[in-house]
Structures are given as C-alpha cells and as structure tokens.
C-alpha cells in the first residue's frame, strides 16, 4: 500500500534556529508531487512548497526548502531562521497520477519555536 | 481574490442527526474535495466533486454524500451522525486541467463538527 509517513509527532526549535522536519513516502510510481501543508490553530491548511519527483533542484520558497533525496524516498522540510508565528502542525502530502488527483496526507508533526 | 469559503465555521449536532456543509471555491477552481480531519490526526479524504460529479471517493460509508453545483460550489452531507464524527470538516479547491501534480490546492478554514 502507498503511504506516506511523518515520524516526529513533535519539535521543538529555538527561535531564528533553523529545524528540519522528516517525510518519507513509500511508492513504486515513478511520478507524484510532494507537498508541505502549515496548519495553525485556526484550522486552515497554508501551502509551503511543492516538489515533483522529476524535478532536478530541490524546492525553495523563501525560509522553507525541501530537502529530497529520491533514492531514499524522503522530502524533508527545512525551515531556516524560525520565527514564532511557524508554530503550528506540518503535514507531509502527495498525489499520484495512478491514485488519483487527490492529496494524501501523513500524521502531522507538531512545531514548537521557543523565544 | 477570494479563497475558499466553508460555512458554517462551527456546528453542534446531536447523534442520529444529519447535517450539511457547504463549501464555495476560490474563484477560477472547478474541483472540490473534502478532508475529515479528526483531532490530532492527518486529513482523510472523504470524495472529490468535478463536474457536478463524484469523481473519487475514499473510505468512507455512505451516510457520507455530497452535491457539486453549476458555480462549482459545493456540499457535503452527513446523515445519522454518530460520536466519531465529530472533526474538522476541510473543503480544497483546485483547477482540474492544471495536471495532477498541480499545486493548486487551495483550503478553506474547515468547518468544525461536534456531536453529541
């Protein structure tokens, strides 16, 4: 079955420190799209950053990047220079043309920046 | 430009009832999915609407039912609730033709479901 996991329930990180979170995705498609979701405690999903798995350079998208390493089937977030505000749950996300155009999501990590 | 619209933003329903939520998409989107997002957990996909039609579904029963409008708008109806399913109720807008790896997913703030 495909999935996808997030192994940290929880972070924390002190504030202007840079943190990386973990996703890892198990797949045997050589296409999908990786996405990184910011949900504070309002409840609304913010896109991060998208990587699709042909792309050659690893996304950017100001303070966050996505470190992917495709071989390892791993996307991992990293946010440079934390602020306060980037607390919040992070969700790992994909789709994949053989599943559908639907977004699977895994458990979510917890962020805490600390002043 | 206006994004995702979910009302209401809070509900209360006793177990046994039916409820309905609505979702209006961000302006130039004709795709609509939902998210059941329970408490502390990750977004499920319930069922995708495009084109006033289901198009996906996920694992959930069938006293989970939606409708797609000619605006594109959409519904999402749940009929005799039960405690479980009480979460967070999550609509995405996003425009089909842009390829499935689009980015374009945009969400609405959800509508949170207490039952009781």
């Known amino acids: 079955a495909q999935k996808i996991t997030q192994t940290q329930p929880g972070m924390f990180v002190q504030e202007k420190e840079a943190v990386t979170l973990d996703c890892t995705y198990d797949t045997s498609d050589p296409s999908y799209g990786l996405f990184w979701y910011k949900q504070p405690s309002s409840g609304e999903m913010i896109f991060l950053i998208y990587q699709g798995s042909y792309d050659q350079q690893n996304a950017t998208e100001g303070r966050y990047s996505l470190n992917f390493q495709k071989a390892r089937k791993s996307a991992n977030l990293v946010i440079s220079a934390s602020q306060l505000g980037d607390s919040a749950m992070y969700f790992c996300?994909?789709?994949?043309?053989?599943?559908?155009?639907?977004?699977?999501f895994g458990a979510g990590t917890i962020l805490r920046v600390k002043s | 430009d206006a994004g995702v619209t979910q009302s209401p933003t809070h509900l209360i329903k006793t177990r046994g009832q039916q409820v309905t939520l609505r979702c209006s998409p961000k302006?130039?989107?004709?795709?609509v999915s939902w998210y059941q997002q329970a408490l502390g957990q990750g977004p499920q996909f319930i069922f995708q609407y495009y084109e006033e039609e289901e198009r996906q579904r996920g694992n959930f029963p069938d006293r989970f039912s939606g409708h797609q409008f000619p605006n594109y708008s959409s519904e999402l109806n749940v009929n005799a609730l039960l405690l479980g399913d009480s979460a967070l109720y999550l609509c995405?807008?996003?425009?089909?033709?842009?390829?499935?790896?689009?980015?374009?997913?945009?969400f609405g703030s959800g509508t949170r479901l207490t039952v009781v």
């Open positions: 302006s130039g989107h004709d795709t």
């Open positions: 996300a994909w789709i994949t043309m053989e599943y559908g155009n639907k977004l699977v």
């Open positions: 995405a807008s996003s425009f089909r033709y842009r390829g499935p790896y689009s980015y374009g997913y945009t």
